[in-house]
């Protein structure tokens, strides 16, 4: 079992578990202090689908409940919190932390792309390169979370050595593959799941103006642009805040 440090001070939890409560400048603190020290973290970003899925999937949850932080990546979060009684200060998305983080480093803590579609993860590293020349890109790869896939991509991180591993296979699949393949990721100090994250960067999907994701709306510009996923939005606006007032109930 891989390390998971000194858990956040104060915690919400919403349907069994525990979202970390910080703002954007305390998140990307605590990421670079965990780069800059021993140990492997797993951070997790979730948003209120991953919550139903966890509620309905144990292995995901315990998964879930054995990170170093549970970032909350939806306003919902934050709305659903208030109503237990408890305070998260701010979204803290895992695209915007990704960006951000990547803004911030340099050589001394390289950084891999695993996942989205064939070429996306790198298109997405050569983006953030742009940004900030100083960042180390040590390799990128589609792959899959598939169990047959993983020996290879194992390999491939350990030989290009980062200190950051940024997945994006989708929940619950790149929390799911972090858990059961970091311990064997041997100079990897964090890896965070960031879901759709490397399509935004890259170009290949267009993100909800500010303002939507400001109040809470970047659900209503998905569906717009991507009603198939109907879904998904329903588990998100629908099934999640039924379940945690359920769970208030209870």
Not at 33 to 42: M, N, R, T, V
Not at 137 to 153: F, N, V, Y
Not at 161 to 190: C, M, N, Y
Request: hydrophobic share 45%; aromatic share 8%.
């Amino acid at each position: 079992m891989y390390y998971t440090g000194v858990l956040s001070p104060k915690r919400a939890t919403l349907l069994g578990v525990p979202i970390d409560a910080l703002t954007q400048a305390e998140a990307l603190a605590r990421l670079e202090g965990f780069l800059e020290a021993d140990g492997q973290h797993h951070v997790a970003t979730p948003n209120n689908e991953m919550l139903v899925e966890a509620h309905h999937n144990p292995q995901f949850r315990d998964v879930l409940c054995q990170t170093t932080l549970n970032l909350p990546d939806s306003t919902g979060l934050l709305l659903m919190a208030r109503l237990r009684g408890h305070r998260l200060p701010a979204r803290v998305t895992g695209t915007d932390t990704m960006q951000m983080l990547c803004a911030l480093l340099d050589e001394r803590h390289p950084v891999f792309f695993l996942g989205a579609a064939e070429c996306v993860a790198e298109r997405a590293a050569q983006e953030l390169k742009k940004r900030n020349p100083r960042l180390t890109i040590a390799g990128t790869c589609s792959g899959s979370p598939q169990s047959q896939d993983a020996d290879d991509i194992v390999q491939k991180i350990n030989a290009a050595a980062p200190h950051l591993l940024l997945v994006a296979f989708g929940a619950p699949a790149q929390d799911l593959w972090i858990a059961e393949h970091l311990s064997k990721l041997t100079t990897v100090r964090v890896a965070m799941g960031v879901g759709g994250a490397f399509d935004f960067v890259a170009g290949v999907q267009k993100r909800a103006p500010r303002f939507m994701r400001t109040i809470g709306l970047e659900w209503a510009w998905r569906f717009a642009h991507e009603p198939k996923r109907w879904r998904r939005m329903w588990r998100a606006v629908v099934v999640f805040p039924a379940l945690c007032l359920f769970d208030r109930s209870r």
